[in-house]
């Protein structure tokens, strides 16, 4: 849930590899780390089809009141959802030196899914509660509660499970060899340019990412510049991938 994410300070928390370098900056950045164009499309068709939804629950609705309250969380329900698959964000940070940048990044979704899932069992197995009161019958629907609380449970234990889930990786930028800056203001991102060698003897040249915040952007810019004034430097939109960026074709 992108919307259920705790704010917290992970900057000191990072397990460094060189923290014996002094640090020019650090700091951190949630982000949606992707194109964020088509998912913009898809949560544009996502928001129509839960408008549709909600109309439609409204409309079979003979009750003004009732049917209003069903079209809003039908409507509600099915934006959330969207949001939550086309607005997923990642939590990046960075550590600059003067040798390199060190990066720690994850998707922390899978965060606030587990307290979401330990709450639902909770609540839906109090209403279980209630309705085997009244008939115990109804016991049979205890496997939903008991199967939601056992699935947070193994997710809240299982170390490995949760570092596949939250992407969690860590890589180095070895900026002082950048070949080429490009910027994207729009998006506060600088892309750093290096140059692969396959073991066929093939090449090929991609975009390390450095996301900043607004209020850092100029400065950590003016670091780059003035210690690399030799590296050409261009403007402009950049294609986003997973773990690069590529100048648009």
């Not at 919307?3 to 928390?13: G, L, M, N, S």
């Not at 629950?57 to 698959?85: C, K, T, W």
């Not at 234990?157 to 203001?185: G, L």
């Amino acid at each position: 849930m992108w919307f259920i994410q705790p704010k917290r300070d992970y900057v000191a928390e990072m397990p460094w590899r060189h923290a014996d370098e002094p640090a020019v900056m650090t700091w951190q950045i949630r982000t949606r780390d992707y194109d964020i164009f088509y998912a913009n499309l898809m949560f544009y068709m996502i928001l129509a089809i839960a408008t549709v939804g909600a109309v439609a629950v409204y409309s079979f609705n003979e009750h003004f009141m009732s049917s209003l309250l069903l079209g809003g969380v039908m409507f509600a329900f099915l934006l959330l959802v969207g949001m939550s698959m086309t607005h997923q964000t990642a939590i990046i940070v960075y550590r600059l030196t003067d040798k390199r940048i060190e990066v720690f990044s994850w998707k922390p979704q899978i965060d606030s899914v587990k307290p979401v899932m330990k709450w639902t069992a909770i609540i839906s197995g109090v209403g279980v509660l209630c309705l085997v009161l009244v008939n115990p019958d109804f016991i049979i629907a205890a496997i939903g509660p008991i199967g939601i609380g056992a699935m947070a449970a193994l997710m809240g234990n299982s170390k490995d499970y949760q570092s596949m889930v939250r992407n969690e990786e860590y890589h180095e930028i070895d900026w002082p060899n950048t070949e080429d800056i490009a910027v994207w203001r729009k998006r506060r991102l600088i892309g750093l340019r290096f140059t692969w060698n396959n073991e066929d003897g093939s090449h090929y040249s991609v975009y390390s990412k450095v996301y900043c915040h607004k209020k850092d952007f100029e400065k950590c810019l003016d670091i780059f510049k003035q210690r690399l004034p030799d590296t050409p430097y261009r403007e402009g939109k950049l294609v986003v991938h997973s773990h690069f960026a590529t100048l648009p074709e």
